[in-house]
């Protein structure tokens, strides 16, 4: 048994702990901080109240924990109780707050009972409460979030408005946009297919393809729509996108 106080650290392959005080127990494998633990590792900081780890299987809780996950040009702040396991590469929270807004006091955030990361690349949470201020305005039964970066496929989250889940009044008609599949074909191709609903007025399918030929300086693409409208009629429209360099002085557009 080893046991340290003061301004303690430790340090194992990648990853560092530092606490007021560690203890660790070889019989069964078991750490424990206490005193504000910092876990250092390169996917990120989690900070926290207490933690235990067992190293042998390589999975821990840590109680009050704060982290945070960068998404594109925004930071996602995570606090709850974290649950690691580093042999599966997943984690888990419990009554845990998500938000971007970096106050320490933030404008607003989603309070969650259960969340999951999967090799924090993807995130879902369920149930999940929007709250403005301290003020609850909105209920979701689960959020789903892609977390890794660069093109790739899968679905497309859809877009909709609070007043498509609560209608403000009878006479407003809901709608769905964007709602389809991304296919990244290549480092220079993809297709995309979506859906628009809007009821009591139409149904929108989207395809679109898109190619770049970069030793040969061509780039564009291939899109369709069909409208299909309540009262019964549909309309198509077909529209081309190319442009090709051939020297520097001559180049070839067209939009048909």
């Given amino acids: 048994e080893i046991r340290l106080a003061g301004h303690s650290l430790v340090q194992r392959d990648e990853s560092t702990l ?11 494998c078991e750490m424990r901080a206490a005193g504000g633990p910092k876990l250092f590792d390169p996917s990120g900081v989690v900070s926290g109240e207490g933690m235990r780890y067992d190293a042998c299987n ?7 924990a704060n982290t945070e996950y960068p998404e594109g040009s925004a930071t996602w702040y995570v606090r709850g109780d974290i649950a690691v396991d580093n042999e599966e590469n997943r984690s888990y929270l419990s009554r845990a707050t998500i938000t971007s807004c970096d106050n320490p006091d933030p404008h607003y955030h989603f309070a969650a009972r259960d969340v999951k990361w999967v090799a924090k690349d993807i995130m879902v949470s369920r149930p999940a409460v929007l709250y403005i201020a301290d003020v609850p305005i909105l209920w979701l039964p689960f959020i789903f979030q892609d977390l890794r970066k660069g093109r790739r496929s899968g679905i497309i989250p859809p877009q909709f408005g609070i007043n498509d889940i609560i209608r403000n ?28 609903w809007y009821a009591q007025r139409y149904v929108a399918l989207n395809g679109r393809i898109r190619y770049k030929w ?4 061509i780039t564009g693409g291939v899109a369709y729509q069909e409208l299909r409208e309540s009262g019964g009629s549909t309309s198509r429209r077909i ?4 442009a090709q360099d051939f020297s520097l002085t001559s180049r070839l557009t067209a939009s048909l």
């Fill in 214 to 217: 970069l030793d040969r300086f």
């Fill in 239 to 242: 529209s081309l996108q190319h």
């Fill in 58 to 64: 390589k999975a821990g809780i840590i109680r009050r």
């Fill in 169 to 196: 009044s009878p006479s407003y008609n809901r709608h769905i946009a964007n709602l389809g599949y991304y296919w990244a074909i290549g480092d220079y191709s993809d297709v995309q297919t979506t859906i628009d």
């Fill in 18 to 28: 530092e606490a007021d005080s560690i203890r660790y127990i070889e019989s069964n």
